[in-house]
């Protein structure tokens, strides 16, 4: 594994590196705040990992500084959802996702001690620990629970939050249902999070997105029930979002097409 000196110098790189995104002061750094979150959501949608990389570099010098006491929680979230965006796409060394992990976890619980009623980050710990899981199954006999307490915790504060169902939908779907997962509960936490997500303005303050992830998740649950035209709507309409991305078009379009030519 690589160490976490070698990891967070690559991060100091990087910062040098991305210093002309934005100014350094800590008011500078909340004016562009806006402008900074579209970019991340640009940057995922558009499976652009150099333009991730920089944007968390630039937040990780920024809670070195001066910063809104109340808006570090914010920016630690920043952090963790990037590390956490990271980890899914196959350019990033898979030596390096272990370290984007731990570092993930520790900014979101950093945030949580600050605010203990921070939504956002409870809900998106719980998508760290699935994708811990993911890497160890062993793991799940600590972290699925804390991954649930922590979802129950951000369900209870934000009932209609649609990043917890679709948190809670995509860990149903990774989880077999003799384990309390399966794919009748991740569709309808699913389409509940589509639902809410409808209802959620797109000019809502960051964090909101999750109209892509919803979308490409129900996709892949359709395709297990042999809905094959359904899943396929589900993509087009993850497309429309992310026209870029490669996991729609270069892994769930082919796996679609292999599923359609199996007979049942």
């Avoid at 390096?96 to 731990?102: I, N, R, T």
């Avoid at 998508?127 to 369900?155: D, H, N």
Wanted: glycine residues 8%; contains cysteine; aromatic residues 8%.
């Amino acid at each position: 594994m690589q160490s976490r000196r070698s990891f967070m110098i690559g991060a100091v790189a990087y910062s040098v590196s991305a210093l002309p995104l934005m100014s350094q002061g800590g008011g500078d750094f909340m004016a562009q705040w806006p402008d900074l979150t579209t970019r991340i959501e640009r940057a995922y949608l558009s499976d652009n990992m150099d333009e991730l990389r920089s944007i968390r570099a630039v937040c990780l010098r920024a809670l070195l500084g001066p910063l809104p006491q109340d808006k570090i929680p914010l920016v630690r979230y920043a952090v963790a959802y990037v590390d956490w965006r990271m980890v899914f796409n196959p350019s990033v060394l898979d030596k390096e996702k272990d370290d984007m992990l731990e570092e993930a976890q520790s900014q979101l619980e950093q945030a949580i001690k600050v605010d203990e009623r921070f939504t956002e980050a409870h809900s998106l710990i719980a998508g760290v620990y699935g994708v811990k899981i993911s890497r160890s199954a062993l793991r799940g006999i600590t972290l699925g629970p804390r991954a649930g307490s922590a979802l129950s915790r951000a369900g209870k504060l934000e009932p209609d939050n649609p990043r917890v169902p679709l948190q809670d939908g995509i860990g149903a779907f990774n989880t077999p249902s003799m384990f309390g997962g399966g794919v009748d509960k991740a569709e309808k936490l699913l389409r509940r999070a589509i639902m809410l997500l409808e209802k959620e303005s797109v000019e809502k303050p960051w964090p909101n997105w999750g109209r892509f992830d919803a979308h490409a998740w129900l996709g892949q649950i359709l395709v297990k029930r042999r809905d094959f035209a359904a899943a396929r709507t589900e993509y087009e309409k993850a497309l429309a979002i992310a026209p870029k991305s490669g996991w729609i078009t270069y892994v769930l379009m082919p796996e679609l097409e292999k599923a359609m030519k199996i007979k049942p």
